[in-house]
C-alpha cells in the first residue's frame, strides 16, 4: 500500500493509503471486516472503505494505542463512525473519507474530522448549498487555487467533527489564514480547520 504524503503537522493525527495489495488487505482487516466491505456495492467504493480502515488501523499500531491490528475495530453510532478497542469504546475519535479509490482516517483523543477531496472544479452555482452568503464573501476573496473546493472540504471536516449541524450550509467558519497550500479556518465551537493541497490531485480538511 501506499501511504500519501501529508503535512508533519497532521501525521500523528492522519494516515492517508491508496493501491492497498489483497495480500496487505488480509493483514490489516479480518474476516468479518472484510466481509463486510464486499457488501458495498462497487469495487472502487470497496477498496476505498477497505484503505480507510487500514489506514487507521496502521496509524493505531504506529501509536501505541494496539499492538495487533485485531484489537482494534470500528462500527457507527448514528452514521457517525465509532472506535471499539477489545471491544470497549476507548476515549478515542475517529473520522473516515474517501475519494477516487483512496481512503483517509484521522484518529485523535479528541472529537476530530477529516475530509478527501479529488481535485474538481465546484460549480459557483452549488455554493448555495455549503455556503453562507458571508462565508461566499470570503472564499471568493482567497487567492489559494480552487478555493472553493477547500471551504467544501474544510465543511464536510467540520460537520463530521462537530455532530450538531444537520447540513454543511449550518457548519460554521470563518477564515483566519490562507497560504499557497491552504487554508485555516475557525470552525463550530473553537476547533481549527485546515485545508492543504496534497500532490497534485487531492485536497484534504483536517477539524481539530
Ligand atoms: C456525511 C457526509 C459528510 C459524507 O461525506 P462524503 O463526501 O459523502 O463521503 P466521505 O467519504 O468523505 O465520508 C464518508 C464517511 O463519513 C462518515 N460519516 C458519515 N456520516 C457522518 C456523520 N454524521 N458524522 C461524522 N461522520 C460521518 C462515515 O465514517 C463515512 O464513511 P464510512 O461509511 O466508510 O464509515 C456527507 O454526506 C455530507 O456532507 N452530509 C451533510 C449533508 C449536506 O449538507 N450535504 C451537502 C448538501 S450539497
Known amino acids: 500500500m501506499r501511504i500519501v504524503e501529508i503535512p508533519s503537522g497532521w501525521s500523528s493525527i492522519v494516515r492517508i493509503v491508496e493501491d492497498a495489495g489483497e495480500r496487505e488487505?488480509?493483514?490489516?482487516?479480518?474476516?468479518?471486516?472484510r466481509n463486510e466491505i464486499?457488501?458495498?456495492?462497487?469495487?472502487?467504493?470497496?477498496?476505498?472503505?477497505?484503505?480507510?480502515?487500514?489506514?487507521?488501523?496502521?496509524?493505531?499500531?504506529?501509536?501505541?494505542?494496539?499492538?495487533?491490528p485485531s484489537r482494534i475495530r470500528f462500527t457507527k453510532s448514528e452514521a457517525r463512525p465509532?472506535?471499539?478497542?477489545?471491544?470497549?469504546?476507548?476515549?478515542?475519535?475517529?473520522?473516515?473519507?474517501?475519494?477516487?479509490?483512496?481512503?483517509?482516517?484521522?484518529?485523535?483523543?479528541?472529537?476530530?474530522?477529516?475530509?478527501?477531496?479529488?481535485?474538481?472544479v465546484i460549480d459557483p452555482r452549488a455554493t448555495k448549498f455549503f455556503l453562507r452568503d458571508d462565508e461566499l464573501v470570503l472564499a471568493s476573496s482567497c487567492s489559494v487555487e480552487n478555493a472553493l473546493l477547500h471551504w467544501w472540504c474544510a465543511k464536510e471536516a467540520a460537520f463530521k467533527l462537530a455532530a450538531d449541524h444537520?447540513?454543511?450550509?449550518?457548519?460554521?467558519?470563518?477564515?483566519?489564514?490562507?497560504?499557497?497550500?491552504?487554508?485555516?479556518?475557525?470552525?463550530?465551537?473553537?476547533?481549527?480547520?485546515?485545508?492543504?493541497?496534497?500532490?497534485?490531485?487531492?485536497?484534504a480538511a483536517l477539524a481539530l
Open 166 to 203: 444537520p447540513t454543511l450550509l449550518r457548519v460554521p467558519l470563518a477564515l483566519e489564514s490562507e497560504s499557497a497550500e491552504g487554508l485555516v479556518l475557525r470552525g463550530p465551537r473553537g476547533s481549527r480547520v485546515e485545508t492543504v493541497r496534497l500532490g497534485v490531485s487531492l485536497v
Open 38 to 68: 464486499a457488501l458495498v456495492r462497487a469495487v472502487a467504493r470497496q477498496r476505498e472503505r477497505a484503505a480507510s480502515r487500514m489506514a487507521a488501523k496502521s496509524l493505531a499500531i504506529e501509536r501505541g494505542f494496539v499492538d495487533l
Open 82 to 120: 465509532v472506535v471499539l478497542v477489545d471491544g470497549v469504546e476507548p476515549l478515542l475519535f475517529v473520522s473516515f473519507s474517501h475519494t477516487a479509490g483512496i481512503g483517509a482516517a484521522a484518529l485523535h483523543d479528541a472529537p476530530v474530522g477529516i475530509d478527501l477531496e479529488h481535485e474538481r
Open 25 to 33: 488487505i488480509e493483514e490489516l482487516l479480518d474476516l468479518e471486516e
